[in-house]
Structure formats: C-alpha cells, structure tokens
C-alpha cells in the first residue's frame, strides 16, 4: 500500500520570497513542498478577505501550513478557511497580545501610517550609503530574499500586521521561535519551541534544525 503523501504549504515573511525555505528539506516519501507568494491586495481589502483569496491556491485536503513571521499571521487566518492537519508558525505571533509594545504603539498612534515604504524599491541606493559588515550583509540579505517591494502592498501589510486583532489562536498550533529575536521578543511569547540563540530569520540560518525537527512535528499526533 502506498504511503500517503502528506501536502505542506509554506508563507514566507512580509515580502519575502520562498527562496527563505531554499535550505528546507523534507522527506520526499513522506513531504510534498509547496510554496506560496505574496498577492498585490486590492483596495481596502482585509487581511481576512485577503487571506480568503490566497487560500484558493491550496489544492490538497489536510495539509499543512507553515508561515514565517506576518506570514505566520496570514496563515493563521488562512486556517480559517481551510481543512488543516497542522499549523506551524515560525518567528510570528499567536495572538495580539504577544505584540512588542512598539507595535502596539503604532497602533494606537497610526504611526504606520508614516512608514516609508515607498522606499522600499530603492534597495540599490541604501547600499551606496551602507557602512559597516553587518548592514552589508543585511543588504545582501535583503536582495536575495525580499521579492515585494510594492509599496501598496507594504503600506498594507505593515497596518494588518500592526492592527491585526486576533484574541484567541488555534489550541494545536505550533509556534517555533528564536529566543533572540528583536522584531517579536521572546519575553512577549507564549507556549512555544524556542530556537537557543535564534534571531529573526531562524529559517535561514538555523534550517539544520527544521529539517531534522518538522517531520516529527508534522506527524507527531
């Protein structure tokens, strides 16, 4: 008897691109890899209705759905909509009540309204003005992996990530996170695997440890 093929479905962060999962590697007996990218929103569209839309792309039955930090968020609300075996978020939060205070702040403040996102597309002159070996090679890192640089799509992700309002998650969710990251710190999460030594991108530079621990996680009941 052939052995079921179990479908997983991966949502990169805030305008990245799923070269952020380059170095994931799952059992191909047992893993069929899928990933998905970011839509342009429409016009005054929710994350929910957006959510809704991307969701049209999944065409398996119980799957499983990982998604890296606001990505973790989409696929939260993907879930929604969705027939679920697993829900892996990586590097995001739960709920709004693990938000960093600044962000709460941006909210409360409509600071994002304020973010220069149309910048965003101007990666090449950031780097002229780069100084230092860390900001190069974030740079670098950010050409290599961000693909979005729509500035109505930024303006929009940055207010529904900020904004988003969730209360209660999904009781079997599996959120793995860095106990060193500086965008959602660690002293705001709850119940989770934490990554020791783990910044932001834990799935770029700790993909060691995610190709030895999803299988397990995935099929763990």
């Known amino acids: 008897m052939d052995q079921e093929i179990i479908h997983v479905y ?15 590697k799952l059992p191909e007996t047992q893993f069929k890899m899928h990933f998905l990218e970011w839509l342009i929103p429409n016009d005054n569209e929710s994350l929910s209705d957006y959510a809704l839309r991307l969701s049209k792309n999944i065409k398996h039955e119980n799957i499983v759905l990982l998604g ?21 978020i990586v590097s995001s939060v739960k709920t709004k009540n693990e938000l960093p205070k600044r962000m709460l702040l941006a909210k409360a403040t409509k600071a994002y309204l304020l973010a220069p996102t149309s910048l965003a597309s101007k990666i090449d002159v950031f780097e002229k003005y780069a100084f230092g070996k860390n900001i190069v090679k974030r740079l670098e890192l950010y050409k290599k992996y961000l693909s979005v640089n729509d500035s109505k799509y930024l303006s929009w992700a940055i207010k529904e ?18 106990d060193k990251d500086p965008v959602f710190p660690i002293k705001y999460i709850t119940r989770c695997i934490v990554i020791k030594n783990g910044t932001h991108i834990v799935i770029i530079n700790k993909y060691k440890w995610f190709n030895e621990n999803l299988p397990k996680l995935i099929l763990d009941s």
Do not use: D, T
């Open 161 to 178: 990530m900020v904004c988003w309002n969730q209360e209660n998650c999904h009781e079997e969710i599996i959120h793995i996170h860095g």
């Open 68 to 88: 890296v930090s606001f990505g973790g968020v989409l696929v939260q609300e993907m879930s929604k909509y969705l027939n679920v075996r697993k829900l892996i």
């Open 10 to 24: 991966f949502m990169p962060g805030m305008a990245a691109s799923p070269k952020i999962f380059e170095h994931i």
